[in-house]
């Protein structure tokens, strides 16, 4: 069985600065996929980045970015200028290539945008 | 649709009602997932269709839970004779054959409240 451990209940960081939020997870897969999405209020799951396990390169879309790291089993999710309307509770999550496409998600962050 | 959209918004049921969740996929979108999201937890699988067949019901939490796709569009989430520990978000998401979690599209969900 897979888990996914977000360890940061809640952070809070300035607008402009930059965050890091933490995920681990345990699997005995080999391929597989792995996903931060942004969940605000209005409840709807947003996709924030992806990245393929075979590929060495992290995933960077526009200010965020993660730092794969596959033989420890992390994946981190940085924010840089961070901007009010990223406040949200962010997830992340798992599926091994074999499985097809359930999703295993982590606990989440509430991460909070301070002006 | 250009969404996935999900009926009703909120629902609020005695213990022992039935309910009924609708989902209304992206058209075209042939894969299907419902996922469960206790109050400040993280999604967690119920069942899987492709098109009108269900491939995969494992994460349902006990037989009072069903969920249909009869023709392969619109799925319906049924939960009989309700429980408090049913209250919940449940999200419904779609995504075209062969992306699976990869290219997953999530509705804003149903919150059920059970009383």
């Known amino acids: 069985a897979q888990t996914v451990t977000q360890s940061q209940p809640e952070m809070s960081v300035q607008e402009a600065e930059t965050v890091t939020l933490s995920c681990t997870y345990d699997?005995?897969?080999?391929?597989?996929?792995l996903f931060w999405y942004k969940q605000p209020p209005s409840r709807q799951m947003i996709l924030v980045i992806r990245q393929e396990a075979y590929k060495q390169q992290n995933a960077t879309e526009n200010r965020f970015s993660v730092n794969f790291q596959k033989a420890a089993k992390s994946f981190s999710l940085k924010i840089s200028d961070s901007q009010l309307g990223d406040t949200a509770m962010y997830f992340c999550?798992?599926?091994?290539?074999?499985?097809?496409?359930?999703?295993?998600f982590g606990e989440g962050t509430q991460l909070t945008v301070n002006p | 649709g250009a969404g996935v959209s999900q009926s009703p918004r909120y629902k609020v049921a005695k213990r022992g009602q039935d309910v009924a969740l609708r989902c209304d996929p992206i058209?075209?979108?042939?894969?299907l997932f419902w996922y469960q999201q206790a109050l400040g937890q993280g999604p967690e699988f119920l069942t899987y269709f492709q098109n009108e067949a269900q491939l995969d019901k494992s994460g349902l939490p006990s037989d009072r839970f069903f969920a249909e796709r009869p023709e392969g569009s619109v799925s319906t989430l049924k939960i009989q004779r309700t429980q408090q520990e049913d209250s919940a978000v449940y999200l419904c998401?779609?995504?075209?054959?062969?992306?699976?979690?990869?290219?997953?599209?999530f509705g804003s969900g149903t919150r059920l409240t059970v009383v």
């Open positions: 998401a779609s995504s075209l054959v062969g992306q699976g979690a990869f290219g997953y599209t």
């Open positions: 999550a798992f599926t091994p290539l074999a499985s097809g496409s359930r999703l295993t």
């Open positions: 699997t005995s897969e080999n391929n597989y996929y």
């Open positions: 058209s075209g979108h042939v894969s």
